[in-house]
């Protein structure tokens, strides 16, 4: 067959759907070639960094909570860990606890809203968890994941006042710790949620995905005693080990011109992963042991270098942040006093925790007089932003003889793998599109 | 439509268009996401209201997207990009009810902030390359560019107050929500006066009730999410602060948050400054 006219092929995603925030999806191939790729975030620019000069030092977690309403207590932690660096303040071991299991309740409301109602739909062809739901054989499964979200957002309620935005958390500790009863009250049902997130596991693991393994570059925290959440290294899989404080040494975020894209990389390394696969694959060891017994039922392999095998690791972070909330509960003291005193002091100083989507870092000047003059935020999605976009241009070739609209939905997952929360990235960036 | 940035035209439908339950809808502007969180974390309802109307435009929750019109519409977020103002122009065209959702979507939310501020500065200040960004001077509430049926305060909304509204609307009754303040709220909890007895200021008497007081009932004064009460006293409040010690620009950022641009607190917030101001000068 001899023919002149090329091939053109042309993936279009004018909205991704079950992700946080506006974002679409162009990719053009001539022949099988790549001609054109664009993950655009069309998310109206959001000036965080500059609402926060001027304003108290302590008002940042409640500020920067409104960065994301998935993920309001990460804003939260980094805020006000990065806050008490500069002041230096140490909390007491309870307040630190009470902040680990404040963080668990979020994981657990974000992974199971993620794993069930943005992420599992695809993998089962359904446009929808509300689609899934509609399947008699499906229901159970999506009735599962609403109730370990709810336990998540009762946890959540019971330390924060409420789910989204929470009101208790502050610079030095918390305006108030809840007593010893209210979180007893929920032992129960985090337990039933243990057990569901051990099924969740198995379910997962079962799930059908494409071979695809990219020479990824994982990057996440590191404890010597924890799993990570609030406090670590921050550790990569090709073997950078550095303190907090040394990050933006090996880390950049740029606004290109050529791609109109913000792209955080490792300088002179390229893009890197953050997330639960990153957290998992370099934190096995410290995973819980109900988390580190489901794993070894799945047969799977972890370190895992298919980025499909997210749902499994966010799965795993169920199970372990169900395990260790019952065990803070069982432990917990409520922290006398519940807020520390805190004097404000000039300085710099930042700070990363793990949100649900991977690394956060803030970092911030303040004046003696207490007044933010300086901040900057590394949304977790912004660092993935150009391995999505590497991802993709790594994945296209071995889904083209696909038929379009199967093509479409695996790129569309393939980006949904990462959880992506665009209103997070778009706090400070607006992404220009460039018109051909 | 196509935009001026690339966003996407407004309602557009991957399947085809058809009758029967009420069709519900929610749009996203500016914004966190963490209003129409609020259909998502109704986990006990969820299911129920998805047999009872037909979700028929929820890009968050689903990638199957229907034709407008619909019945009801959900709308989130501030206008602050030209796309944007176009955008919510359509949305109203195909929507017979318009609920505005969240403070940024009835008051332009955090993102007014930007109100008090040359947005040139702020964009120079932010980004390497001021040249790629297309944004309006001001973040405005959803009823500045179209007719608004109803709206559901907070920051974040509360989602048995949206529940309700739905439910309100579903049996054909016109919704409502308490418009009295967190007071309110509190002496019903009986929760202490968190400004009598500790001297802590708190935005109570001037918010509008509805997130069930839990600031003063967790031991921290309100700070005002749910926007003013429709006749707050702001000055005799504003006078109360400076009396227990507080600085006026304390009590400037205090008004100016989340719904720091809804008239009561922007106008409170804007005398006290131009007070501290003339003060300064006099002094200086």
């Known amino acids: 067959m001899t023919t002149q006219t090329t091939t053109r092929r042309e993936i279009k995603v004018d909205y991704l759907a079950r992700v946080e925030g506006e974002g679409a999806l162009n990719i053009v191939t001539e022949d099988g070639a790549i001609t054109h790729l664009e993950l655009r975030i069309f998310e109206p620019p959001r000036f965080f960094e500059a609402f926060l000069r001027g304003r108290s030092y302590l008002e940042a977690p409640d500020i920067t909570a409104r960065i994301c309403g998935i993920c309001p207590v990460a804003y939260q932690m980094s805020a006000i860990h990065a806050m008490e660096k500069i002041v230096r303040l140490t909390v007491s071991p309870e307040i630190r606890a009470l902040r680990r299991l404040y963080y668990c309740a979020e994981w657990i409301q974000s992974h199971a809203l993620h794993v069930y109602l943005l992420h599992a739909p695809d993998f089962l062809g359904c446009d929808s968890a509300i689609a899934m739901a509609a399947k008699p054989e499906l229901r159970p499964t999506v009735e599962r994941g609403l109730r370990m979200k709810q336990i998540g957002n009762q946890l959540l309620a019971i330390i924060g006042g409420r789910e989204v935005h929470p009101i208790t958390p502050c610079v030095g500790g918390f305006y108030r710790a809840p007593a010893r009863s209210e979180l007893r009250a929920l032992r129960d049902a985090l337990q039933w949620g243990l057990d569901a997130a051990v099924e969740t596991v198995a379910w997962t693991a079962s799930l059908v995905w494409p071979d695809f393994v990219p020479d990824y570059e994982f990057v996440a925290l590191s404890h010597p005693t924890e799993y990570p959440m609030n406090e670590g290294r921050v550790v990569s899989s090709k073997g950078l080990d550095i303190p907090v404080e040394q990050f933006e040494r090996y880390f950049e975020e740029e606004h290109l011109a050529h791609t109109n894209a913000l792209h ?20 096995l060891d410290k995973l819980s042991p109900a988390a580190q017994a489901a794993l070894r039922q799945t047969g799977l392999t972890f370190p895992n270098y298919n980025p499909f095998a997210s749902i499994v690791a966010r799965s795993l972070e169920l199970v372990h942040a169900f395990e260790e909330a019952i065990q803070l509960i069982d432990a917990y003291e409520p922290p006398r006093p519940s807020r520390l005193p805190v004097q404000p002091r000039a300085g710099d100083g930042g700070h990363i925790t793990e949100a649900p989507r991977g690394m956060l870092y803030h970092r911030y000047r303040i004046g003696s007089d207490g007044l933010i003059q300086n901040a900057h935020i590394w949304a977790p999605t912004s660092q993935n932003l150009k391995r999505m976009e590497d991802d993709l241009r790594a994945f296209v070739p071995q889904v083209l003889a696909l038929p379009l609209e199967k093509a479409t939905w695996q790129c569309e997952q393939l980006i949904r793998n990462y959880d992506p929360c665009i209103s997070c990235a778009t706090h400070f960036l607006k992404m220009n599109i460039k018109r051909q | 439509m196509n ?6 035209a407004p309602i557009k439908p991957n399947q085809p268009a058809q009758a029967a339950k009420p069709r519900l809808a929610v749009f996203k502007f500016a914004s966190c996401d963490g209003c129409q969180l609020a259909l998502l974390d109704a986990e006990d309802e969820l299911l129920a209201l998805a047999g009872q109307v037909e979700i028929a435009y929820f890009v968050e929750a689903s ?13 989130e977020g501030a206008i602050t990009t030209p796309e944007e103002a176009e955008r919510i122009q359509e949305v109203r065209r195909q929507s017979r009810y318009l609920i505005a959702i969240g403070a940024c979507a009835t008051a332009g939310g955090i993102q007014a902030l930007r109100n008090w501020h040359d947005i040139d500065d702020f964009i120079q200040a932010v980004y390497a390359h001021p040249a790629y960004i ?6 405005t509430p959803i009823s500045d560019h ?17 529940l309700a509204v739905l439910t309100a609307l579903l049996v054909g009754r016109q919704p409502s929500v308490p418009t009295y303040s967190v007071c309110v709220e509190c002496k019903r909890r009986g929760t202490t006066c968190i400004t009598v007895a500790q001297g802590v200021p708190c935005l109570g008497p001037v918010t509008q ?4 007081a839990i600031c003063p009932a967790y031991r921290r004064g309100c700070y005002g999410c749910y926007g003013p009460t429709e006749a707050p006293n702001m000055d005799a409040l504003g006078q109360r602060f400076l009396a227990m010690g507080a600085a006026p620009a304390e009590i ?10 809804a008239d009561a607190f922007r ?3 804007d005398k006290l400054e131009e007070m501290d101001r003339t003060s300064v000068q006099r002094r200086g």
């Open chain 2, 252 to 261: 400037v950022r205090l008004f100016r948050t989340f719904n720091g641009y």
């Open chain 2, 3 to 8: 935009s001026p940035n690339g966003g996407p």
């Open chain 2, 63 to 75: 990638r199957r997207t229907l034709a407008g019109p619909y019945d009801v519409s959900l709308v």
């Open chain 2, 134 to 139: 297309d944004t309006l001077a001001t973040a």
């Open chain 2, 209 to 212: 009730a509805g997130c069930g």
């Open chain 1, 264 to 283: 955080a990389q490792r300088i002179g390394g390229g893009s890197y992963f953050v997330g639960p696969l990153a957290r998992v694959n370099l934190n």
């Open chain 2, 146 to 162: 179209v007719q608004v049926d109803f709206e559901l305060r907070g920051c974040p909304i509360n989602k048995y107050q949206l």
């Open chain 2, 267 to 269: 106008l409170a917030g």
